[in-house]
Structures are given as structure tokens and as C-alpha cells.
């Protein structure tokens, strides 16, 4: 009798490329309807809503109903950690076309996953809070969480940035999340969350619409580099 999870099913509905494409456009949080979703596939929508039905069967989607549309969304921030986490050992992307160069290069430089960013921009600010001291790398090699210094809580906080918890919250504070394009690491975790937060509130990120990728805006350029100096 085997008593571990069975990984095989979650494993099996992550492998079909269809729906390993719904998964990966839902990885900044957005709740996208099934038609937008078919289309990023190139599936058909019937196609489709028997992909998505059996993800929302998995527990990988939830599904919320808004008038005649049904918009999905991933089950929860451990789903997205899942993905992000599977494309950091995946073979490299093979380029086939200057469109699809254009997308890696700036997803490759910046992006959201779910909440946090991620990519070269990601893992500019982990560094440079390690090289402020503001982060300190755990002592325990196989800990999966930085830790904040005082001297980080006091930094963090005169930035704007709140790093309470919720009461009873499982999330980590500051987990190390190996990024799948650099292979090096950027912060996920409520610290992730708020940090991508403030540099939005600020304007020196933008989203960019209807995709993953972000901007770093002129004010952004010179803020980073003043507080944490950050050359982008």
C-alpha cells in the first residue's frame, strides 16, 4: 500500500501542454475566462473548458461564475510556487521567432508570480537586501527562508512596507524562490508580496496589460538606485 501523496495525478494534469499553458498565463493572480484562456492555447473552447474542468477537478483552478462568464484563477499561492518552481528545472525555452525572443527577454527581466516578482529585477532586490543587510541568508542550508535582520524591520518599514502576518497564517515570511530564467534566487512570501506592493504604489513598476511582464519606470530607475543601489 503506498502511503506517500500521489503526485502522479497532479503530475498528469500538469503535463498536458494545453493546460501547462493555462496554468503558466495564470501565474500573476488574474481570474481569466476560458475563451481568453483557449486562445493563448490554440485550443478550441470546447477544447478547452474539458481541459480547464479537469484542473478545477484536480484542485489546481478554482472557478468563479460572474453572469454568463466562468473566469479561472489558480487554487492558492502554493499552486503558482509549484509552477515557477517545475520551470526552474525545465529545459531552457528553444526561440523560434523575434515575437517570441521579445516575450522571454522581458519576462526574463521582470514579471509577477502571483504577487512577487520575479526574474532579473526580482533577484536585484534579494541581492541587494543581502548586500544592505536587510536579509540574512539562513544558517541552516536546507532552510527554505531568509531571515530579516532588525536592521531590516526598521528599513522595510520606513519604506512603507508591512510585514505582519495574518493571525494563524501558514505563509512564509521571506522564502527563498529559485527564479526558472536566472537560476538564481528572488523573494516569494509576504515579504515578496509587499515588496512588488510598494515599488506599484510608487510607480517605479508598472504591469504591463495583459501580460506577466513589468516595467521598471524612469522614477523606478533612479529610486532603486538611490535606496538600494540597483542599476537597471
Known amino acids: 500500500m503506498n502511503t506517500y501523496p500521489n503526485i502522479s495525478v497532479v503530475a498528469s494534469l500538469i503535463a498536458d501542454p494545453s493546460r501547462a499553458i493555462?496554468?503558466?498565463?495564470?501565474?500573476?493572480?488574474?481570474?481569466?475566462?476560458?475563451?481568453?484562456?483557449?486562445?493563448?492555447?490554440?485550443?478550441?473552447?470546447?477544447?478547452?473548458?474539458?481541459?480547464?474542468?479537469?484542473?478545477?477537478?484536480?484542485?489546481?483552478?478554482?472557478?468563479?461564475?460572474?453572469?454568463?462568464?466562468?473566469?479561472?484563477?489558480?487554487a492558492g499561492k502554493e499552486i503558482a510556487f509549484l509552477i515557477e518552481t517545475m520551470g526552474s528545472i525545465a529545459a531552457p525555452v528553444q526561440v523560434r521567432?523575434?515575437?517570441q525572443s521579445n516575450q522571454?527577454?522581458?519576462?526574463?527581466?521582470?514579471?509577477?508570480?502571483?504577487?512577487?516578482?520575479?526574474?532579473?529585477?526580482?533577484?536585484s532586490l534579494c541581492e541587494a537586501l543581502l548586500r544592505e543587510g536587510y536579509l540574512e541568508e539562513p544558517q541552516d542550508e536546507q532552510a527554505k527562508d531568509y531571515h530579516i535582520t532588525e536592521k531590516g524591520v526598521q528599513w522595510f518599514t520606513s519604506f512603507g512596507i508591512i510585514l505582519e502576518g495574518n493571525a494563524g497564517s501558514r505563509r512564509a515570511m521571506a522564502r527563498k524562490?529559485?527564479?526558472?530564467?536566472?537560476?538564481?534566487?528572488?523573494?516569494?512570501?509576504v515579504l515578496g508580496d509587499e515588496l512588488g506592493r510598494r515599488l506599484s504604489e510608487l510607480d517605479w513598476t508598472r504591469q504591463k496589460v495583459g501580460s506577466r511582464s513589468v516595467e521598471v519606470t524612469e522614477a523606478g530607475k533612479k529610486g532603486l538606485y538611490e535606496v538600494l543601489g540597483i542599476s537597471l
Open 22 to 74: 493555462f496554468l503558466e498565463a495564470l501565474l500573476d493572480g488574474r481570474a481569466l475566462p476560458a475563451g481568453e484562456l483557449a486562445y493563448m492555447a490554440g485550443v478550441t473552447p470546447q477544447t478547452a473548458s474539458s481541459h480547464l474542468a479537469k484542473l478545477v477537478e484536480g484542485g489546481l483552478l478554482v472557478v468563479e461564475q460572474q453572469g454568463r462568464h466562468r473566469y479561472y484563477r489558480l
Open 97 to 99: 521567432s523575434l515575437k
Open 104 to 123: 522571454l527577454q522581458h519576462l526574463s527581466f521582470a514579471r509577477t508570480c502571483y504577487g512577487h516578482l520575479a526574474g532579473k529585477l526580482g533577484i
Open 177 to 189: 524562490c529559485l527564479d526558472w530564467s536566472e537560476r538564481r534566487h528572488h523573494i516569494s512570501g
